[in-house]
């Protein structure tokens, strides 16, 4: 007898019983039951439930389509969560997380807090007239998107400034601004 299909059909059991004995009928029509399985699955004895939990075949299947579907959108998130992280640790303001990520005051403070940021205070920095050429210099040699005025589509490109001059986020994002003002 197989180990595996036994966990499986018993994880598969205990979910689909818990789920009928809140009246979850959807829930168990999306596992995979139709209304007739989910008919005789309440009507069953307690042994029967046991054999079909100590099943030598597996009684439950993947989705395969599905399962590739939810891993590339994990995925996806996991790339768009390192990319909030990287743009908070270079210290992007809570406008810029709002702007780009669509994440409120608190959810800023609360992500900034997790991930051990401590929050700036007093007067915000300005950059010197070195560091804005500078800063000038290397936007124009990276910017991919000539055409694009939209800050948050040039937000990778930002970040790569910011991490090369070793300035704020903010501070980029603040002078591109400025600098689209003046046109």
């Known amino acids: 007898m197989n180990v595996s299909f036994?966990?499986?059909?018993?994880?598969?059991?205990?979910?689909?019983?818990?789920?009928?004995?809140?009246?979850?009928?959807?829930?168990?029509?999306?596992?995979?039951?139709?209304?007739?399985?989910?008919?005789?699955?309440q009507s069953l004895?307690?042994?029967?439930?046991?054999?079909?939990?100590?099943?030598?075949?597996?009684?439950?299947?993947?989705?395969a389509t599905?399962?590739?579907?939810?891993l590339a959108q994990s995925e996806h998130d996991e790339q768009h969560d390192l990319l909030i992280n990287r743009a908070l640790r270079l210290g992007a303001s809570s406008r810029i997380m709002y702007k780009c990520f669509?994440?409120?005051?608190?959810?800023?403070?609360?992500?900034?807090?997790?991930?051990?940021?401590?929050?700036?205070?007093?007067?915000?920095?300005?950059?010197?007239?070195?560091?804005?050429h500078a800063l000038w210099q290397r936007w124009r040699q990276i910017r991919t998107k000539a055409s694009c005025t939209d800050p948050a589509e040039q937000l990778e490109e930002m970040m790569i400034l910011a991490e090369e001059q070793q300035i704020s986020l903010t501070l980029v994002w603040r002078q591109i601004e400025q600098h689209k003002g003046q046109r």
């Open 45 to 63: 004895s307690p042994g029967t439930l046991a054999r079909l939990e100590h099943a030598s075949a597996p009684w439950v299947q993947i989705n």
């Open 6 to 41: 036994i966990i499986l059909n018993q994880t598969m059991l205990i979910q689909v019983l818990h789920e009928l004995r809140h009246g979850n009928l959807q829930s168990c029509q999306t596992l995979g039951l139709s209304e007739h399985d989910i008919d005789q699955l």
């Open 102 to 132: 669509g994440l409120v005051h608190s959810e800023t403070a609360m992500r900034r807090r997790v991930l051990n940021i401590l929050a700036r205070k007093g007067r915000p920095q300005h950059l010197s007239e070195e560091q804005e």
């Open 66 to 70: 599905a399962f590739r579907r939810i």
